[in-house]
């Protein structure tokens, strides 16, 4: 069943809703399957290792073989921080970001429901992965993208695989509230995160993150923070592998968002448990440019719950912290994924991640994401003759 997470109204898994017809507020799937962790022995490493725990048909499953991500130990960066870092890589799914677990499930329902159109509204990656599940699954598919905000890779990536495109003239929140709009009334089936099913295929990189440390809780994940469904998946991945018995202690969420588009960090700063809208979100990480989380609720009970904190970081912080995670363990990320890491170099700084403490970062796209913002932050290669002579007096000069 869906259930509200407000007022507990419950509703049925083949009911088109999005949010509670009561009250309004988000639903969540409840989903409490009785098995042991034994049965994942031996299954290949995709997120569908923990299909029992996926509140969709196996018979229907529309994957790309999304999950089972890269989880890196960063000796380099670790040691420099005093801390025990990992990175999961979620650049490494099919598209290139960790919208794929959710879309996998996503179209998965859709295909259940039999609807025929599907869309959304996005900054680029959900629209990346929604055209290309859509595409898997024989969908139409309409995308609303803000206008000149959206990462180059992402754009291509939307067309390349046939969505619809649409260029809004207005930001990420605008464009989701008309395609909300659209969406009630019964025009297409809404793949944001508003729509719960996304969040069941995003709670598995918590159930992964668990299982690579071998069936242990890091003391703290942290992740960027948009629209704040990826942070509010993650902790109801940790708690529910926490209450079917399969680890013991839970993380701290972290989230973090830019100084321009940083809602759900300044209600934490501030204690409070809900939100004020940023009107005109900006920052570098076009990802996260979003004021209007559609998943603060969720977000702010999984930071508060799990004694998490939430930080900000200027655009600046951002690209260094880009930059570092390149040269020092080689993993290239696009901005919005490196939030995490300039979150918790700043957290290190001030004295609110202990030393020696066991953190995992989620960096959630790939670098070629953002081409431009790559290039931009390089200088030009030199141009030399096909020489041997040339080349050795550039690479050795005397
Ligand atoms: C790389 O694609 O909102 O807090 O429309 O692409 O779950 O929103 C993207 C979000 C972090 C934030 N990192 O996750 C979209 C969109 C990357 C992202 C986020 C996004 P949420």
Redesign the pocket.
Known sequence: MMKCITCGEQYGLDEIIYTCIKCGSTLEVVCRPDVSKDIFNCRKSTMWKYKEFMPVDESKIVSLEEGGTPFCKCQNLGDKLGIKLYVKV??SNPTG???DRGMSVGITKAVELGVNTVG??????????LAAYAARAGKRCIVLLPSGKVALG?LAQAMFHGAEVLSVNGN?DEA?ETITALALEGQLYLL??VNPFRLEG?KSIGFEVVDDLGWKSPDRII???????????IWKGVKEFHEAGFIEDLPMMT?IQAVGAAPIANAVRNGKNSIEIVTNPETI?T??R?GA?V?AQK?LRAIYESNGTAETVTDDEILDAQKLLARTEGIG?????A?SIAGLIKLVENEEVDKGEQVVCI???HLL?DPNTAINACVEPVEIEASVEALSKIINPR
């Open positions: 979620e650049g970001s960790f919208k959304c509204a996005s900054t680029g990656n959900t629209s990346a992965s992402k990420f989701l944001n995160s995003q992740l960027p923070v948009g629209n704040a469904g990826n942070i509010s998946a989230g990480a990802a996260i979003i989380p998943s977000a990320v696009e901005p919005a994924s939030a960096v959630t796209g994401k």
